[in-house]
């Protein structure tokens, strides 16, 4: 049974780190591509950044935003810097098996002072 379980969020100041991480189970993190996106109230859910299978990174915000993988755990890692009250939003990892789309329930993250 796939499932994805995300942790690590919460509140933090402007400024500052969080490190976000989604374990994974029911199939390998290094044999797909993996994703985090996220969604602030009032918007559509938006990709962040992927890992391929091959251990390209794709990102789709900026140099604040890095995804990693730890391959002997089966977890993905989303390291977030300098966080801005406008990257508050619920950010959630993603698989894609085949056709079917995999979601966790994601992490919330708040940014305020």
């Known amino acids: 049974q796939v499932q994805l379980v995300e942790s690590g969020g919460g509140l933090v100041q402007p400024g500052g780190s969080l490190r976000l991480s989604c374990a994974a189970s029911?199939?390998?993190?290094?044999?797909?591509?993996m994703s985090w996106y996220r969604q602030a109230p009032g918007k559509e859910r938006a990709r962040v950044a992927t890992?391929?299978?091959?251990?390209s990174i794709i990102n789709y915000r900026d140099s604040r935003f890095s995804i990693s993988r730890d391959n002997a755990k089966n977890e993905v890692y989303l390291q977030m810097n300098s966080l801005q009250p406008e990257d508050t939003a619920v950010y959630y990892c993603?698989?894609?098996?085949?056709?079917?789309?995999?979601w966790g329930q994601g992490t919330q993250v708040t940014v305020s002072s």
């Open positions: 993603n698989v894609r098996l085949l056709l079917n789309y995999y």
């Open positions: 029911g199939f390998t993190v290094s044999s797909n591509d």
């Open positions: 890992m391929t299978a091959t251990g």
